[in-house]
């Protein structure tokens, strides 16, 4: 496919196109200071005023006018805003150096068919702002939550210290009572007794469960399919009250092992779906191949079938491992004093004394779960290459 070629464009269309993000950052810039459709319209004229200056005069010493630009952004936000307001001019002046030079050199453009349209262009870069817009407003909570918790006071809100920048407003406090207090460390151990037991039964029965479903000759497959994938689906207080019940008649409400089967119902969906997922692109010729060179079906499966599946099946662990790592409903339900989890235990922590320890245990919870997410997307990446779908 051919591509444009890089076209300088107008002053006039640069600066135009940078007003507009100046304006939007403009509206919150001006709410902090108590006026948003000042900070709208002064965001707006500045930014505008600032990218004519520069597109016009300065397109051949642009690393000069971008530093200029950021030392000015820097400046304003100091006077503003003390030293809060250097960190955010300065990343807002290299933003729109970048911006206003990216829009006026055409490079804007590259990579995008000639014959694309304006409208074709304006939407090619609306639809990935939006996409970003809508990553922002779901990852800010969780954001907001890891500077909280280094607050040095026991509130839930920044306080002047911290917006200032002052070491006085940070503490490491509240990490050394989650790793201190009894409590904390005693709910900490019964999610580490519970969440991998019932990883494995979760991947043991998913993965035979997916296996089996996926032979054509399986009757009632797609109706057996929706039953197990069904906790997934259903509410979790309604799975939550019928474990209840079920369990307090079987005399599993409220130990250890009802616990554990609670949550590894909660996780075989997710180890189904990865697994059942990766056995789409599985050549069953090989399995076909063992079984005429003398192999057993055991040994097939862990010979064969299993290390070309076995991303799929890691992913679904990780999944099912969050899962009851991560759940309060079902345990609340299901366990007693004895099985108090971290979620649980965080719970009480909102609902009888508002602790700050939530917060890093939050954002302890948020590292894992990253960390174990940026694992999922790896073996999925290596699944893809071992299927042959994927060159590298």
């Not at 929706?226 to 689906?233: F, H």
């Not at 609670?262 to 990865?274: C, D, E, N, R, S």
Request: net charge positive; hydrophobic share 55%; glycine share 10%.
């Amino acid at each position: 496919m051919a591509l444009t070629i890089a076209k300088p464009t107008s002053a006039i269309f640069a600066a135009g196109v940078a007003a507009v993000f100046g304006a939007f950052f403009g509206i919150f810039a001006g709410t902090a200071q108590g006026s948003g459709l000042l900070g709208f319209v002064a965001g707006g004229a500045v930014i505008f005023a600032l990218s004519w200056v520069l597109a016009s005069f300065m397109r051949e010493q642009q690393k000069a006018a971008r530093w200029g630009l950021a030392v000015i952004f820097i400046v304003a936000g100091f006077l503003f805003a003390g030293l809060p307001g250097v960190v955010t001019g300065a990343i807002f002046g290299v933003f729109f150096g970048w911006l206003i030079f990216f829009v006026a050199s055409g490079r804007y453009r590259t990579g995008i068919p000639p014959y694309a349209t304006p409208r074709q262009v304006l939407w090619h870069y609306a639809f990935r702002i939006i996409a970003g817009l809508i990553l922002v407003f779901l990852i800010t909570p969780i954001l907001v939550v890891m500077p909280l918790s280094f607050n040095a006071e026991d509130f839930f809100t920044f306080t002047p210290e911290m917006l200032a920048f002052d070491p006085e407003g940070y503490s490491l406090k509240h990490y050394r009572d989650f790793f201190t207090n009894s409590d904390w460390q005693g709910a900490l151990w019964n999610s580490v007794r519970i969440a991998p037991v019932s990883t494995i039964l979760a991947v043991g029965f998913g993965t035979l469960a997916a296996i089996g479903l996926s032979q054509p000759h399986v009757p009632f497959r797609q109706a057996i399919m929706a039953i197990l994938i069904s906790p997934m689906i259903v509410p979790l207080i309604i799975s939550a009250a019928g474990m209840y019940f079920f369990y307090s008649r079987i005399g599993l409400q409220g130990t250890y092992l009802g616990v554990v089967l609670a949550h590894a119902a909660l996780g075989i969906p997710f180890v189904i779906i990865t697994v059942t997922a990766t056995l789409v692109g599985f050549d069953r010729s090989l399995t076909r191949a063992a079984a005429n060179m003398g192999a057993d079906p055991v040994t097939t499966f862990f010979r064969v079938q299993m290390p070309l599946i076995l991303p799929g099946v890691i992913s679904g662990g990780l999944f099912a491992f969050i899962t009851s790592f991560d759940e309060v409903v079902v345990v609340l339900f299901v366990g007693s004093a004895g099985q108090k989890t971290l979620p649980w235990q965080m719970f009480i922590g909102l609902r009888e004394q508002i602790s700050p320890t939530i917060l890093a245990v939050a954002t302890i919870l948020v590292g894992i779960s990253i960390c174990l997410l940026a694992t999922v997307e790896l073996l999925r990446r290596r699944s893809e290459r071992l299927r042959g779908m994927s060159p590298s």
